[in-house]
């Protein structure tokens, strides 16, 4: 088993104990099928064949020694970081890569599996490279050679604190903390945004001024904390977390921005633990990740929602474009220009369908309509100069305080006569439209009064009608003692048949 000696002034060394690891239970299996291969066993003791199976050893299968050496590798000597040069790299299509890793003692076999590098990693490393890989020491069973399962490759130098980004970073993406289905989108116009970085530091004020330059309406909560040094990482989450409860004293927010300046990587570090990714993938409300450079990636920027390149880049992206609000009018305009001319449609559909009714084909009701309509157009035109007259009363006055104190009287008058001028045009046009509609409706009045059956019966012609109030049309349809009606244009006569004479020519 792997052990740490911690020793002053020094870094931290790895023992093992190097002692059999085998399951109990394995080893007495293994005691009792020795037991029963000696008792079956038949091996003469002559001078010349000595015991060659002492009673306290037990015969081993290539297979059972060589499972007891991957435990003593794997459980003695567990993963742990080794570095030397890359020799005899073979990359295979499934996308797995075979080397040796050697230095000038001794040479170890390497395999690193494609589901542990991505395809940068492939496409860096070659024959001669100095590395650092972290892995885990077994044996390769079927051949009894012992190797090394790579999980991190990195170029020597880089230093643990990479190493230990990579095997977070690949953790928490198999617990899938990064995946894309988690991601949700941003608010398209925020109101309110909760900023988690330090109140003393370039970043804040770089977000700020982007933010309201871009726009000034936008409100901002600071929660400030330390964001380099021990303890940070836990202010950082605490803060997140609080934000994304909406405490009673912070009320709620529509999105979180996690930031800070550049940096290396030790001054970034703060936000590459766990606790800060956590923290982020439990909020209720989206997260912006913000840290460094553009060349910084932190274990915060997989676990947001977004990744800004910058603090300023955050701010651009919060930030409501002027265009986009004025585009998103103009298309909201546009939809009520389409609703009103579907709603005019509509009332004209409406009206041809009167037009065409038997209602409005009768004369009497024409008439009532028509004079309806001339009323409405004389209410319209006069409320519409009344309108008119009140606006241009309203427009002389707001001129005429904004100008007393320069008493423009030149522009003044020529503002009343052209007042004047708009009166009698308005007064002008309004009296011959009137009339135009009078004329009209009077020429209506008339045709319709000379086609109607009044106006027939005053010219001397009469209606005969039967008994029942039929009109009689033919000689044919009375006979001799029948009762009949005619009609005049001021009364009507009661008569009785006594013969009908035919028209010899009918």
Known sequence: MARRDERGGGGEQLGFDMAPVLPKWKMATESRMYESAVRQAEVPRTSEHPATVPDALSVLSVGQLTRRITSLLEEGI???????EI??????????????????????????????ASASLHAELRDGQQVQVFGQVTVYQ???????????????????????????????????????????????????????????????????????????????????????????????AAAITELSAGAPVIGFVDVIVVTRGGGSLEDLWEFNEEAVARAIASSHVPVVSAVGHEIDFSIADFAADLRAATPSAAAEILAAEGSEVLERCRNLVAGIGREVLAVAERHRFRERRLEESPLFREPLRRI?????????LEEFFTGRLDRRM????????????????????????????????????????????????????????????????????????TITRNAKGCVISSVRESSPGDRIRTQLADGEIASVVEAGDLNPEA
């Open 78 to 84: 567990g993963t742990l970081w080794v570095e030397g």
């Open 87 to 116: 020799s005899n790299l073979r990359r295979q299509p499934s996308g797995h890569c075979y080397f040796t890793l050697k230095d000038a003692e001794s040479q170890l076999s390497c395999v690193l599996f494609a589901r542990s």
């Open 142 to 236: 079927q051949r009894g050679q012992y190797q090394m399962i790579v999980r991190v490759v990195q170029p020597k130098g880089e230093g643990a604190l990479q190493a230990r980004f990579e095997e977070l970073k690949r953790r928490l993406s198999a617990e899938g903390l990064f995946d894309q289905s988690r991601k949700r989108s941003l608010p398209r116009f925020p109101r309110r945004i909760g900023v988690v970085t330090s109140a003393t530091g370039a970043a804040i004020h770089d977000f700020l001024h982007v933010l309201h330059r871009r726009n000034p309406a936008l409100r901002v909560v600071i929660s400030p904390v330390r964001v380099q040094g021990r303890g940070a990482a836990a202010e950082i």
């Open 368 to 376: 009532d309509d028509a004079r309806q309509s001339s009323d409405r």
């Open 390 to 461: 009140e606006q241009m009363g309203s427009i002389l006055e707001t001129v005429s305080a904004r100008i007393e104190a320069l008493d423009p009287s030149g522009l003044l008058e020529r503002m009343s006569e052209k007042a004047g001028v708009f009166r009698e045009r308005l007064s002008f046009h309004l009296a011959l439209r009137l009339d135009r509609e009078k004329g009209r409706l009077q020429g209506v009045h008339s045709a319709l009064a000379a086609l109607s059956p009044t106006a027939t019966l005053a010219r001397g012609f």
